[in-house]
Structures are given as C-alpha cells and as structure tokens.
C-alpha cells in the first residue's frame, strides 16, 4: 500500500483512481498524517435475481395512500 501526500493526490487524482480501480490501495497523508484510503469499489459476486422474494412479502393496498393528517404534521410536512 503506498502513501502518497495531499498534494501530490490533487495533481494526480484520475492516475491514482486508475490505479485504484485496478486494485491497488493508496493511503493520502497530511503533513505526513494518514487521512483517507483511496480503493476499488467492491463488486458483488453474482447480479441480483428479480423475484427472489416472490410470495414472501406483501406490500398493502394502502401503501402510497396519503398519511394522516396528524402523522404528517409530525414530520413537519403540510396537509395537501
């Protein structure tokens, strides 16, 4: 893991996110500190499969239904 100091991060970002997004982690230092790590994202090991929870939930009839007037209000929001 290399560190590399602010200034040096601010003049070659898109290189170190290059390097980044290939896996490599770079430690950015201030005044020698270390302040942030700079990865890849991590990815997930297979895409989502639509429907997994079919059958298992229900979402109610009621569920976009405007809130009551009282609950609304405690929320700060205004009664249309």
Known sequence: ????NLYEAKTHLSQL???AAAGEEIVIAKAGRPMA???PLSRRGEPRKP???AGRIRVGEDFDAPLPEDLLKAFGGEPE
Do not use: F
């Not at 893991?1 to 590399?4: C, G, K, N, P, Q």
């Open 1 to 4: 893991m290399e560190t590399v």
């Open 17 to 19: 996110i290059e390097r």
């Open 51 to 53: 429907g997994l929870l």
């Open 37 to 39: 790590r700079l990865g």
